[in-house]
């Protein structure tokens, strides 16, 4: 049974670093694409930061440069290092499992969420 658990979000000032972790189970993460998801309250989810099965990287526009997408194959363990942090950067943040390894922010590609975590940046 596929599973993913987020945790790391919290409250933090603008300008602040947070570490967001997926732990997975049920499937390997070298195996799929997975990545990082954020939804800010009235719109729509969008994809942040993707790693495909090859360790290929996708990051939106607004956070390059900022965060840092990573995974521990040993641990089975998708990360994401928010660093410079900016109000606009709220929101509720989901791991997500493509059915694909292939790089691919389509939504439609994600078949396994988290239940996601809370990050909030005051300015």
């Known amino acids: 049974q596929v599973k993913l658990v987020e945790s790391g979000g919290g409250l933090v000032q603008s300008g602040g670093s947070l570490r967001l972790s997926c732990a997975a189970s049920?499937?390997?993460?070298?195996?799929?694409?997975i990545g990082w998801f954020r939804q800010a309250p009235g719109k729509d989810r969008e994809a942040v930061s993707i790693?495909?099965?090859?360790?290929?990287?996708y990051y939106e526009d607004s956070v390059k440069g900022r965060f840092t997408i990573s995974r521990d194959n040993a641990k089975n363990t998708l990360y994401l290092q928010m660093n410079g942090l900016k109000p606009q950067d709220t929101a509720v943040y989901y791991c997500?499992?493509?059915?694909?390894?292939?790089?691919?922010?389509?939504?439609?590609?994600?078949?396994?969420w988290g239940q996601g975590t809370r990050v909030t940046v005051s300015s």
């Open positions: 997500a499992a493509s059915i694909r390894g292939i790089l691919t922010t389509r939504l439609d590609d994600f078949r396994s």
């Open positions: 049920g499937f390997r993460l070298t195996n799929v694409a």
């Open positions: 790693i495909s099965s090859a360790g290929y990287t």
